[in-house]
């Protein structure tokens, strides 16, 4: 290696001023980097390489290659290897786990996914370039997205198919919260698009003025609700007895949101639940009574109050209230608000009234849990297509839910099962031959007083604070 401490002094000595002395310093360290990580693996594939051919193959070719890693970019040389009747393939790049065709690390790609569930496209290229030594257009931004979200959402099929068929032991809880809802976003073509979302947890951690969902997860679908619930279907079966538990469910009622589908996918239970969701009851209120707005609050405790006497004096208020050339409209109104509430007048009971004897808190949060989706997806003149929104819809599901580590690292083929082993052993023969340094402990230093106007000055002032 032919850096050295004195490369260092010359970039500070020669930098006009501290950012462009940080930016030249970000790109030098990036470059020793690379080469200590060149040095490395390719030190590693000559061991392998030995491995490989006391299994009968041998050396085809020798490739070069660059991998883009976050701490800089790394071009190294591995041999491919091959044998009678095989096709060949190269031992480096399967042992360490890097993808075919694949120009980032799996760390860059699941940066970048994370960043992308925040900020627009173009915003993730501007902060990649920012505070990295390397750039990336916004094309390839979205081309990470695609296949990120895609190894989510693969990864998270494979789990519950997995989960289906074996036969863990279950967890017993007292009770479970279970959610769902839709979010509405423009598609392609003026056409739009919902994102199904379904959800399920043990209830809430108070911490502070804070609340916490107990062992919450999330599951959705660009596809339909039906997707969505049998999706949580697998995971209630696999993961929890409800042979004993009160399953508390709450939907807004629409269609793909009813008793019904809570009830097809909890199965038995100790006691279902189910309520419509009060967010919803009060918007419908608001919606239906825009023509006489002092009936509102009226009308919306009385519904919490459980008290469908009061409810159809109110409504019959409404009714004598109805003037105008908008009269029979207004009337209409109220005819389908009586409609909704008697048809949902079961799911609106408190559950204080049930005297289930547990405090149950949880329920309705499933709106705010939209926010992730709805903050990233919505507004700002966003459209999307169908492979994009699925992407950043699996990739926001995998960051709630802590699986985008798993379902990027387990999905490499061959690498966690076949090839340890053979990398191992490499690695060990490759340490076995650097030669160890003797230490020299720790070095002190001091930058010598200068002019405060000049850099060393400035450099020596921060550095003292």
Not at 123 to 144: D, W, Y
Not at 363 to 375: A, L, M, T, V
Not at 442 to 458: D, L, N, W
């Amino acid at each position: 290696m032919k850096h050295s401490v004195s490369d260092v002094i010359e970039i500070l000595k020669s930098s006009n001023n501290q950012v462009e002395a940080e930016k030249q310093l970000m790109n030098y360290f990036a470059e020793v980097a690379g080469e200590v990580m060149q040095s490395a693996l390719e030190s590693i594939d000559d061991e392998l390489q030995k491995e490989y051919k006391a299994k009968g193959y041998c050396m085809e070719r020798k490739d070069s290659r660059t991998i883009q890693f976050l701490f800089g970019s790394v071009t190294f040389k591995r041999r491919r290897m091959a044998r009678e009747g095989e096709t060949g393939c190269y031992p480096l790049d399967i042992s360490c786990g890097f993808e075919k065709g694949s120009r980032y690390s799996l760390l860059v790609q699941r940066q970048v996914a994370e960043l992308s569930s925040k900020l627009v496209y173009r915003g993730v290229e501007k902060a990649v370039g920012l505070l990295t030594s390397f750039s990336m257009s916004h094309t390839a931004v979205g081309r990470i997205i695609n296949k990120v979200g895609e190894k989510q959402r693969e990864w998270t099929r494979k789990k519950l198919e997995e989960q289906s068929v074996s036969l863990p032991e279950n967890r017993k809880v007292p009770y479970l919260i279970i959610e769902g809802d839709g979010v509405v976003i423009k598609g392609t073509q003026k056409k739009k698009k919902e994102i199904h979302r379904v959800q399920v947890c043990e209830g809430v951690l108070k911490n502070g003025k804070r609340s916490q969902l107990v062992k919450p997860r999330y599951f959705s679908s660009m596809k339909s609700s039906k997707h969505a619930w049998e999706q949580l279907e697998k995971y209630l079966s696999s993961t929890y007895d409800l042979e004993h538990t009160i399953v508390v469910s709450n939907t807004d009622g629409g269609p793909g949101y009813s008793m019904d589908n809570c009830s097809m996918v909890i199965g038995r239970c100790k006691q279902h639940i189910h309520f419509i969701d009060r967010y919803h009851v009060n918007k419908k209120i608001k919606s239906r009574l825009a023509f006489c707005k002092s009936l509102e609050r009226p009308l919306k405790q009385a519904v919490w109050d459980y008290d469908w006497s009061l409810v159809e004096v109110i409504l019959q208020t409404a009714e004598s209230m109805a003037d105008g050339p908008q009269a029979s409209v207004q009337l209409e109104h109220v005819v389908k608000l009586r409609g909704y509430l008697q048809r949902n007048w079961t799911y609106l009971k408190k559950l204080e009234d049930y005297s289930v004897g547990l405090d149950i808190q949880g329920i309705g949060s499933c709106e705010s849990n939209h926010r992730p989706y709805s903050y990233r997806m919505k507004g700002n003149g966003k459209y999307w297509g169908d492979k994009g929104s699925a992407a950043m819809v699996s990739i926001i599901e995998g960051l709630k839910n802590g699986t985008l580590d798993q379902a990027l690292s387990e999905e490499i083929p061959e690498y966690m099962k076949a090839y340890p082993r053979d990398l191992n052993r490499a690695v060990r023969a490759s340490l076995r031959k650097i030669k160890p340094t003797a230490s020299i402990g720790a070095k002190k230093g001091s930058i010598v007083h200068a002019k405060k106007s000049s850099f060393e000055g400035a450099l020596h002032k921060a550095f003292s604070a």
